[in-house]
């Protein structure tokens, strides 16, 4: 199958670009598999996946256009309800949700290791196959891993008709959901950090032996920061009604009008009765991330509420550090044109 015979058939997803080897590989995956795996990269369960592969040339030069339903894209700021959001606003009739797909993180370093021609080339083809997965009728519905919020003015380019939620959660709460993680969560924003540092933010540009003296918590919170700040400059860049805000704690204390603000904003059909059928259903009493475990907003706040007396006052001394840091970002309403 040529590359443009494999990105035209919804059975199947561009799962990976090969540099080294120079190929871009392709596997045959159901819609079910789509729609209930929480992550499309690295924690995909591949094995028994029927795999095509084809070189990078050939998909570059793969000539498509964008799907007629334009795509739609859920951005955020990890932590906040971004993958329950997805999962429940994923349904047959209305859209298909690929969240974090890895092969958008290969775009991702693309850019940030200044690799121009190859971005250039694949980044619009890339964009375009997976988009073009939806079923009759449908559109996608994108909620890449933040990793690749630095491809957001890219994506808005190559599909001109897109929207874009912007899903936050508060600085705190963002804080307290690193903390509950305990050492994975200190390394992975210590890794994300690194990664924004490249993308030219203002909170990334502390000197490296400055930042080697900040704590964990502290490199969290400019993770944060780093976020909103493109965030921010996205919605100056877009026009009005390409972006809205959603926060992330206001959905989960209240994900009724948040669902139907989302569905309305995405034009993805839901009608108030599906609307309430979903939020009555079990999907909000589970893991969004392991729908195997029982786990909803009481549970959610419990642990809120332990890792604040953990962390005792320095919690709110480093929200507080924070805001310094970039003092034209306001602490309510950081984010424009909220959806609820």
Not at 42 to 48: A, N, P
Not at 77 to 82: E, I, K, L, R, Y
Not at 141 to 162: C, D, R
Not at 208 to 220: K, Y
Request: aromatic residues 8%; glycine residues 6%; hydrophobic residues 45%.
């Amino acid at each position: 199958m040529s590359a443009r015979d494999l990105i035209l058939d919804p059975d199947w997803h561009l799962d990976a670009l090969d540099l080294q080897a120079g190929q871009a590989v392709f596997v045959k995956a159901s819609r079910s598999l789509l729609e209930e795996t929480p992550f499309l990269d690295d924690r995909l369960d591949r094995s028994g996946l029927e795999s095509r592969s084809v070189s990078l040339q050939d998909l570059a030069r793969a000539d498509i256009s964008a799907p007629a339903h334009s795509p739609v894209f859920i951005w955020h700021s990890a932590f906040c309800g971004s993958t329950l959001l997805a999962r429940l606003l994923s349904g047959t009739g209305h859209g298909l949700c690929l969240r974090e797909p890895g092969v958008l993180m290969a775009l991702s370093s693309l850019k940030r290791h200044n690799h121009a021609d190859a971005f250039r080339s694949l980044t619009p083809v890339v964009f375009k196959a997976l988009a073009h997965q939806a079923g009759h009728g449908e559109r996608v519905i994108f909620k890449p891993t933040n990793i690749v919020n630095n491809l957001i003015l890219e994506a808005a380019q190559i599909f001109p008709e897109s929207r874009n939620i912007f899903m936050t959660s508060e600085l705190r709460e963002f804080l307290i959901s690193i903390a509950k993680k305990n050492e994975s969560g200190r390394a992975f924003a210590r890794r994300i950090y690194a990664m924004f540092a490249r993308d030219g933010l203002r909170a990334g540009s502390i000197p490296p032996d400055q930042a080697l003296s900040l704590t964990d918590m502290q490199i969290a919170a400019l993770v944060w920061l780093m976020e909103v700040e493109q965030m921010r400059a996205a919605q100056t860049a877009l026009p009005a009604e390409r972006s809205a805000w959603l926060d992330g704690d206001r959905f989960i204390g209240a994900p009724a009008p948040a669902l139907k603000a989302a569905s309305a904003y995405f034009e993805l059909g839901f009608d108030p009765e599906e609307i309430d059928t979903l939020v009555s259903g079990p999907t909000l009493n589970r893991d969004a991330k392991d729908p195997g475990r029982a786990y909803g907003a009481g549970d959610r706040a419990r642990e809120a509420d332990r890792i604040t007396e953990a962390m005792g006052p320095d919690l709110q001394r480093i929200v507080d550090w924070a805001f310094k840091v970039l003092p034209d970002i306001p602490r309510a309403d950081y984010l424009a044109r909220a959806l609820v």
